[in-house]
Each structure stands twice: as structure tokens, then as C-alpha cells.
């Protein structure tokens, strides 16, 4: 158990659960870095054939958490400095999961929102509680997506709905996420836990190299260029940051209030 990770061994497979359930697992700067080191530590542990991510509590991830963004450092130019953030932190976790060679499972519990998606998105097999949805919410707070979102929606269910979901910031339920193909079996609330232990464990079980193998070749055709993509990212989101609607978005969430935008 960590301040904000707790990481369970199931057999050959470990569960790294997101454990900030008050929050709704938000990521703040301690989640992120704990995030990194266990997902480091299990891709270097030859004991654990398969992973799987979860979150306590009833979300998988609410996305960066919004108010720890005052104690982030701001660049020359006075503006918060996400750029480092995504580079440093997101973009080796996201693509420590992608290049991990065994296989990843995300075990969506709740909501999976801005990076929580992309968490999500960048795990080989994703299982969705009927209650689950999948959202990208950054045009919210004047902000684009990040952490591969865009990509890998893409990638899994089309350009269409990528613009659909990074425009308009809907809610996409399990239900429609699984006809879309962001997801890839929806269980009933009650039966989620068995069921992503059985998956999990069967994976464990199987051909750990063959699965490796089955995610270079995924890896090469969709994501070949996902650490470029990664990198254009971070330097448009650090663009955003320097609005005046990011601004607005984020006084309009701190004060509970619409977002009054004007494209500035």
C-alpha cells in the first residue's frame, strides 16, 4: 500500500488499484509519480506475466485533479507548466504500458475520464462495469485532449469518433463504448470482480512471449508513431494553458459555475 497506489499479487499477475477514492482517483503529482515507479516495477519483474489496472471506490479516474494544479511550477512565461508534467510523468507511464512485454488489462470500475481514458485506452484488453463511461472533457476547461486520448480513440473506434468525443465532451456509457470498440466486454456491476479476475488470471496462464510478441506487431501498425503524437500533445496543451478560456475554465470548475468561453 502506497499514499495513492495500492498494488495486489494475484498469482503470476499484479492488480495496481488507483487509491484515491475520495477523489475519484484523480491524479495529482504523488499518483502520477507512484504510477510510474509500479509500472516500471512490474514491466521489470519476470514473476508477473499480466497486469491489471483498477481504481478503488466507484470511478476508475476522474482525470487530473484540478485543484493540485496551483502547486505545479509555471514555465518563464508565468503560465502552469503541463508540458513537463505530460513529458516527465504521463507520456513514460502511458508508453511503459504500450511497450510492456506481457499483456495489460484495464478493469474500468467507474468513470474513466480525461487521462484516466488514456490510462485506460493505452492497456491491451479493457473490460467496462455496466455503469462505466468513458469521457474526454478537456474542451470543458479550454483545454485539448492529452495522454494519447485522441489517437487511440481513433485508433480503436474511428476518426469520427474521436472528434465526436474531443469536441463535444460527451459521456459514452459501457454499453456504446462496447459497439464502438473503445471496449472490449461490458459486465454487470455485480459480476465485474469475478469477471476480471478470471480474465486476469487466464492471461497470467497463457504464453507470456506470444503475447508480447501479438503487442509489437499492434504496437508497430497503430502506434508507431504515438511518441511523436505524444509530444505534439504536450506542446499544444502548453499552448492551451496559456488561454484566457483555460483560465475561465478552470475559475468556472473551482466556482461550480458554465464556462463562459471566448475563444481567446
Known amino acids: 500500500m502506497t499514499d495513492a497506489l ?12 488507483l487509491n484515491r477514492p ?7 503529482t504523488a499518483l502520477g509519480e507512484e504510477l510510474l515507479d509500479a509500472v516500471r516495477s512490474v514491466a521489470a519483474d519476470d514473476g508477473v506475466r499480466a497486469v491489471c489496472i483498477t481504481g478503488a471506490g466507484r470511478a476508475f479516474s476522474s482525470g487530473a485533479d484540478l485543484r493540485d494544479m496551483a502547486s505545479r511550477s509555471l514555465t518563464d512565461g508565468g503560465q502552469i507548466d503541463v508540458h513537463t508534467t505530460l513529458t516527465t510523468v504521463y507520456h513514460p507511464i502511458l508508453l511503459g504500458l504500450r511497450e510492456m512485454p506481457k499483456p495489460v488489462l484495464a478493469a474500468i470500475n467507474g468513470p474513466a475520464v480525461g487521462i484516466g481514458c488514456s490510462l485506460a485506452l493505452a492497456c491491451d484488453l479493457l473490460v467496462a462495469a455496466q455503469s462505466a463511461y468513458l469521457l474526454l472533457a478537456f474542451a470543458r476547461i479550454g483545454l485539448v485532449p492529452d495522454g494519447g486520448a485522441a489517437a487511440m480513440v481513433a485508433a480503436r473506434a474511428g ?3 474521436a472528434a465526436r ?26 459480476d465485474f470482480e469475478a469477471g476480471v479476475h478470471e480474465r486476469l488470471d487466464r492471461l497470467a496462464c497463457g504464453p507470456t512471449k506470444s503475447y508480447a510478441g501479438s503487442k509489437r506487431q499492434l504496437n508497430a501498425w497503430l502506434y508507431a508513431r504515438l ?20 483560465a475561465e475554465g478552470i475559475a468556472a470548475f473551482l466556482e461550480k459555475r458554465d464556462p463562459r468561453f471566448r475563444g481567446e
Do not use: C, H, K, Y
Not at 511518441?227 to 483555460?246: G, K, N, T, V, Y
Open 227 to 246: 511518441p511523436e503524437q505524444l509530444e505534439l500533445e504536450a506542446r499544444i496543451q502548453q499552448e492551451m494553458a496559456a488561454s484566457a478560456d483555460f
Open 159 to 161: 476518426g469520427g469518433r
Open 6 to 17: 495500492e498494488l495486489e499479487r494475484r498469482g503470476a499477475a499484479t492488480i495496481i488499484r
Open 165 to 190: 468525443m474531443a469536441l463535444l465532451g460527451e459521456r459514452v456509457p459501457a454499453a456504446e463504448a462496447l459497439r464502438a470498440g473503445l471496449v472490449d466486454d461490458v459486465l454487470s456491476d455485480d
Open 22 to 28: 475520495e477523489a475519484l482517483n484523480a491524479w495529482n
